[in-house]
């Protein structure tokens, strides 16, 4: 039986205009998370609304797609 095909994945990241970085918000699970799964989810991570500032943040489109590195590694 031929193993599950993963699916391309459509991610947001919140862009800080001036840098060109991608911005995290901070999580319950204590790390900053940066992939969210809508624009508007995106623009709500910061508790302190931040990131609704458009003229400072951009929201960016992402497809996430895996590659066969190695078939079969020892």
């Known amino acids: ?7 391309p ?5 919140v862009i ?5 970085e991608a911005q995290g918000a901070y999580s ?5 998370e ?3 799964e809508s624009p508007e989810q995106a623009r709500a991570a910061n ?11 951009a929201i960016a489109k992402y ?3 895996y590659e066969l590195l190695d078939a079969d590694v020892p």
């Open 63 to 65: 497809r996430v797609t």
């Open 28 to 32: 319950r699970a204590y790390c900053d």
């Open 1 to 7: 039986m031929k193993p599950k095909e993963w699916r």
């Open 47 to 57: 508790v302190h609304d931040i990131f609704q500032d458009r003229a400072r943040f």
């Open 9 to 13: 994945v459509t991610i947001y990241r």
């Open 16 to 20: 800080d205009r001036h840098t060109g």
């Open 34 to 36: 940066y992939d969210f």
